[in-house]
Structures are given as C-alpha cells and as structure tokens.
C-alpha cells in the first residue's frame, strides 16, 4: 500500500550512543517532516525538506540532523542520543502544491525511541 | 504566527451521546484548519479540513467542524459517539502560502468512550 514506512518502530539506546531513523514515502511527495510527540504538547517540528537535497530546521532541531539524498527517503539522525530524546518520532509528507487536498499530511506509524 | 488552542485535554463520553472537542485559533489571515484523529499506536488520519470554502465541513467517520471567523473557533463535533472514537485529536493551523507547509499543532484532546 502507498504511503509513509517508517523503521524502526521501537528502538532503545543508552545515552551517548547514536542511531538513525529512516523514512521513505512512495507517494513522489516533494515535502517531508520530522516531528516528535510527547505527552501534553501535540507535535513539535523538529526538521523539515521541501526537496531532494534541501533541509531546514524545525522548532525543536538542537542534537538532530537530517538527510535527504533521494526524494524518497527523509532520515533523521541523533549523533549523541540524551534522556530527553526519549519519544515518539513521526514522519510525514505532502506534496508541493497547495490545491485543495494537496497541502494535507501524511503519515507514518511512528518510531517510539527511549534513551536510557 | 499562527497557533491553536485545544480547549480541553481530556473528554469522556457515553456511547450514543454527542462529542464536542473545542478548538480556538490565533492567525493574522484567513487560515486553513485541519482536525487529525490518532487512534492507540498509530499515525495521525485527517478527518477534515477548512480551506475558506464552506464553514461547515463534513469529515469522515460522522465528524464535523464549523468555522467561526468571529469567534476565532473550529470546534469539532459528532452526533452519536462510537467505542472507535476512542483516539486523541489534533487541531492543526497552517501558514499563509507560500510557507502553508509550516503546521501548528494543537496540544490534543484524549477522548475516552463509556460503554
């Protein structure tokens, strides 16, 4: 089924280590997002693309990085994971133009992170 | 900026009876409103949104929302509550174009369904 995969689902790491997160979408959407989800404060921006090779920072992007290589592929990246990292990461997507239903989100089940 | 305000973060209902999830807005122009449902360990559905057509929307699953420019709300609501309405709500905003790629979203509600 088309949409947004996001790997891996759930992840554990002690406080130093790194990883990545990795999203891809099949939808050829030129915008991709990475939120982050805690309890009590809906979704935060953390990094945004609005195309292949472009990034740009979000409201929460301190100890993130991102990538965007291919189209398709949106990965974001803790070099040096923290306690307060501990969450629940969303990717989504969009396509460009803002038609009517155009500008609407998809997206990915979700990464429950938990840095120890 | 734009932002929304999620009225109340948690709601409970008896199966049958009426929901109503409140959402007030801020927004220096005629925004673009969208309401996304979260059910247990899943990603974020839409239901519906506003774009400065009709101030009623209709969604899926019953739903509905009315825009009131006078009172800055879009108030989400449905007839008859489900056991599978059971989910956390989103109010979201965009930006005016061309940055309405940029959301804000709301703090959610928790709606919880009695049997």
């Known amino acids: 089924n088309a949409g947004v995969t996001q790997t891996p689902k759930f992840r554990v790491l002690k406080t130093g280590q790194s990883m990545t997160l990795l999203c891809a979408q099949d939808?050829?959407?030129?915008?991709m997002y990475w939120y982050r989800q805690d309890p009590g404060m809906g979704l935060r921006l953390i990094h945004y693309?609005?195309?292949?090779?472009?990034?740009a920072k979000g409201e929460v992007p301190d100890g993130y990085n991102v990538s965007r290589l291919k189209k398709q592929n949106f990965l974001l990246g803790l070099e040096s994971a923290a306690p307060s990292q501990t969450s629940v990461y969303f990717c989504a997507s969009r396509h460009l133009l803002s038609y009517s239903g155009a500008n609407v989100l998809t997206f990915g089940a979700g990464s429950r992170l938990t840095v120890l | 900026a734009q932002s929304v305000t999620q009225l109340d973060s948690h709601v409970s209902v008896s199966e049958g009876t009426p929901v109503l999830l409140r959402c007030n807005y801020s927004s220096s122009y005629s925004p673009s409103l969208f309401w996304y449902v979260q059910h247990p360990n899943k990603g974020l559905q839409l239901l519906l949104k506003?774009?400065?057509?009709?101030?009623l929307v209709k969604g899926i699953n019953g739903f509905e929302a009315e825009f009131k420019k006078s009172e800055t709300s879009f108030h989400l609501t449905k007839p008859s509550a489900h056991m599978s309405d059971a989910a956390e709500y989103f109010c979201v905003v965009s930006d005016k174009p061309p940055n309405d790629y940029k959301l804000s979203f709301g703090a959610g509600t928790t709606v919880t369904v009695r049997a």
């Open positions: 506003y774009t400065s057509a009709a101030t």
């Open positions: 939808m050829n959407h030129e915008y």
């Open positions: 693309s609005v195309g292949e090779g472009t990034t």
